[in-house]
């Protein structure tokens, strides 16, 4: 069931598609139809709404502006029909976290716990995605709360907290660097590594890093999941790079972690990295989703949030 306007749900599936014709093709209506529609809501406007090319459609500045709208109202029409449907009322029960594998190792899971203790009738759904996916599936409404990693300035979401994680390595207890209070690139480039893949914020200010240093470094291994690497270095097969010094805002020992040493990484590029709980911008959570932001908060920047 739809509870926004016609044009403005067809601006929405044409702003997330980028054509006409697949969106049409996604509604199950005739492209004819959703063009009448965008036409009639940029004359109500008055101002176009979308750049038209020859592959497809861009939205304007007006356009992304109504768009963050949109999605906001779709949001909201989606947990008024779930409330509406269970007879919740305002509380809804259902919330939805977005995060980073490093945040769903722990902090998220022992934070749901928690809140299940006082609230055991809400019920949480975790998905675990690339940082920029967690981002993004808060901007559009698809998760209520994203708890990830962020670089720059966020302008898609609201950023209820916000906090600088050192990076570090992982070396073995004997290591020669496990005693250091601080490392160098230069030095760890001196060893075999375990990185993360292109794409990942840790990855990409490395690899910044290595290019203002003018480093060369070949990787003995590339994984896009934790546990492997922390296995790797266990296993003698070198050290590697993780995004977290331990585990954020956790001061409890870690089992993934026994058997290395984090060592923090010296360079002021990594400062450029944060540990950000998000919501979208204007959206009323549910009470639930509320409260819940607040523990993550809590537990994420415990001297209170940090612009």
């Keep these: ?25 996604n509604l199950r209506v005739a492209p004819s139809a959703i063009s009448r529609q965008i036409a009639k809501l940029e004359s109500g406007v008055g101002v176009p709404l979308f750049v038209r090319h020859p592959r497809g459609m861009t939205l304007t500045d007006a356009g992304s502006r109504l768009l963050a709208h949109a999605r906001r109202s779709e949001a909201e029409s989606a947990a008024l029909l779930t409330e509406l449907r269970t007879g919740s009322g305002a509380d809804a029960r259902n919330v939805t976290v977005a995060c980073s594998e490093g945040f769903a190792r722990r902090l998220v899971p022992r934070a749901m716990a928690a809140f299940r203790r006082d609230h055991p009738d809400v019920t949480f759904q975790l998905d675990r995605v690339p940082h920029q996916e967690a981002t993004r599936r808060v901007a559009e409404g ?14 898609d979401v609201r950023v209820e907290c916000s906090v600088q994680v050192p990076m570090a390595a992982i070396v073995p207890p004997r290591h020669p660097l496990a005693g250091r209070e601080r490392v160098s690139l230069a030095e ?5 590594l375990a990185l993360p893949p292109a ?38 097969g070198g050290i590697a790079l993780v995004g977290e010094l331990g585990s954020v805002g956790d001061r409890h020992p870690d089992p993934v972690a026994e058997g290395v040493v984090y060592v923090p990484l010296d360079h002021p590029v990594f400062r450029h990295r944060e540990a950000q709980v998000q919501t979208m911008l204007g959206r009323r959570l549910s009470w639930a989703a509320t409260q819940f932001t607040g523990l993550l908060v809590s537990l994420l920047c415990p001297a209170g949030p940090v612009a």
Excluded at 1 to 25: I, K
Excluded at 142 to 155: F, L
Excluded at 223 to 236: N, Q
């Design 1 to 25: 069931m739809q509870l926004m306007p016609v044009s403005l749900a067809y601006f929405l599936e044409v702003a997330r598609t980028g054509a006409v014709s697949e969106a049409a093709q």
């Design 142 to 155: 698809i998760a209520d709360i994203a708890v990830t990693y962020a670089m720059g300035p966020q302008h």
């Design 188 to 192: 760890l480039c001196e060893h075999p």
């Design 199 to 236: 794409g990942t914020t840790h990855r990409d200010l490395f690899d910044t890093g290595v290019q203002l240093e003018n480093l060369t470094v070949r990787p003995a291994l590339v994984c896009d999941a934790l546990t492997p690497k922390y296995e790797f270095v266990r296993s003698g």
